[in-house]
């Protein structure tokens, strides 16, 4: 073989070498999740990348096994034309910066585009080696088992929308940071930490006549939905909505007027996601927060509920600034 042909043999081995190198730290550095999910959104070079990265222990066997194959090459060559030392040094020198360090680094930054670009190398790899590397890769599919899922908790979730609104490239802004933050974190908050306590709750009694005169202290407290009990407090029977006694003329029965079909009841530890879906099922805007004897201690509105989600305080026209 003549010198030119060496030379351009070795640097074809070296190329290969950085291919193989670079790719096998760039491929597995791409989580599959993420690119199965980037796929599911579009993203043309996430597929490419995934058509290869989902053949998990067989795509490393190839990567590996091409990799040795062709330094091996490279040991040869060399240590055909030099003495052992001197080949030996030179072919380390080559595969170490130009075979190991340079296309690693590379990759490492760029695994996506370089991958998707190369990916028809090592679907090629693939194929010529699938004799040797697909018995290897069979052992450590039995042995390891598949490529398991990643799968965040709500601590790394949080993590990561808070570092995603840090970032100036971040289309997430403080507002979607903080609303998205709330609707991991409510289903965690229970209806003892958000309920109105009875104390502040204003309630109606069984017996008493909505006339004028309670009209006008309806409309002083600016509430939509009042609790109605019966002999005491701790005995809620019914809800009376403010806009039922639109154009009410003269007096009526309290009761006449509330409903008891609206009445959700929770305990004061159940979970708000859980408070939330009752309203939507029942179709309610308020819950009644009663421990298990059936003492009840506060009110949980829909407005609370959605607090808790967007991190902030819900102001309406009777609240006071």
């Known amino acids: 073989m003549t010198d030119p042909l060496i030379g351009l043999a070795i640097i074809c081995l070296i190329a290969f070498s950085a291919i193989f190198s670079g790719l096998n730290l760039g491929l597995y550095s791409l989580n599959r999740t993420d690119l199965e999910r980037k796929t599911e959104l579009g993203n043309k070079q996430a597929a490419r990348v995934l058509r290869i990265r989902k053949r998990g222990n067989l795509l490393l066997v190839s990567l590996l096994l091409g990799n040795v194959a062709v330094n091996a090459a490279i040991s040869i060559i060399l240590g055909n034309i030099a003495s052992g030392l001197i080949a030996g040094i030179v072919a380390t020198g080559l595969i170490v910066v130009f075979g190991e360090i340079i296309p690693q680094a590379v990759c490492a930054r760029y695994a996506l585009i370089i991958g998707a670009r190369t990916a028809w190398i090592v679907e090629i790899t693939m194929v010529v080696l699938y004799p040797i590397a697909k018995p290897i890769a069979w052992i450590l599919d039995k042995t390891l088992g598949e490529e398991l899922k990643t799968i965040w908790s709500k601590r ?99 009761e006449d007027l509330m409903r008891t079909d609206k009445m959700v009841r929770v305990t004061p530890a159940r979970k708000l996601d859980e408070v939330l879906n009752l309203m939507i099922v029942r179709r309610a805007h308020m819950a009644l927060v009663t421990e298990k004897g059936g003492k009840f201690v506060g009110i949980v509105s829909l407005e609370d509920v959605l607090e808790e989600i967007i991190g902030r305080e819900i102001h309406d026209e009777n609240d006071d600034a």
């Not at 808070?162 to 490239?169: G, I, L, V």
């Open 156 to 254: 790394e979730l949080e993590h990561i929308i808070a570092m995603h609104e840090d970032d100036p490239r971040s289309v997430v802004d403080a507002d979607e940071e903080r609303i998205i933050l709330g609707a991991l974190r409510f289903s965690e908050r229970t209806a003892r930490e958000v309920m109105t306590p009875y104390e502040e709750v204003f309630s109606l009694a069984v017996g008493d006549t909505v006339g004028e005169k309670l009209l006008h202290k309806i409309r002083e407290e600016g509430f939509t939905r009042i609790p109605v009990y019966s002999e005491d407090e701790d005995n809620i029977v019914g809800l009376l909505f403010v806009k039922d006694l639109l154009g009410l003329e003269g007096s009526r029965p309290i």
